[in-house]
């Protein structure tokens, strides 16, 4: 099976049964972020314990791109402390800037290493990133709200 065929199913496989899924009522922080371009929309609660990501819960509706990928997300950053959370989420983003020229570190992100593809295309860039950026704009409200 060819790798970008495999990516594909995985990210089809995150969009048909995502991951953390349904709003916990237990939070630090909520925020609601919207892809003004294509008009997906998440909302994204996430609860610290000190530095430790204690839980990301989501919901949200768009393309299979953008809930795929908070999905993987949140399977990526529970349980993380705030400083490695960093790494993982500027290793994504560094993925997603770099037009198809990089592969991502499958050390760092994982399954998250299947947008690859998704970084050819700059009109899909932002549908990868919004669950990514809410979670950042979340978590320094967290740390806000200590």
């Known amino acids: 099976m060819e790798l970008d065929s495999l990516y594909q199913e995985v990210i089809l496989d995150h969009y048909k049964h995502p991951a953390h899924k349904g709003l916990n009522p237990i939070f630090s922080a909520q925020v609601h972020h919207v892809n003004t371009s294509c008009g997906d929309e998440i909302t994204l609660n996430i609860e610290l314990v000190g530095q430790r990501i204690n839980s990301i819960t989501w919901d949200g509706q768009g393309c299979s791109i953008s809930q795929a990928s908070v999905s993987m997300m949140s399977d990526l950053l529970i349980g993380k402390r705030l400083e490695e959370a960093d790494v993982i989420v500027k290793s994504f983003s ?19 290493v299947a ?32």
């Open 115 to 146: 947008f690859a593809g998704v970084s050819k295309f700059p009109g899909r860039v932002k549908c990868a990133l919004l669950g990514w950026m809410a979670f950042k704009d979340a978590a320094i409200q967290a740390q806000t709200n200590e």
């Open 94 to 112: 560094e993925l997603m800037a770099s037009k198809g020229t990089s592969a991502g570190d499958p050390e760092i992100l994982e399954d998250a």
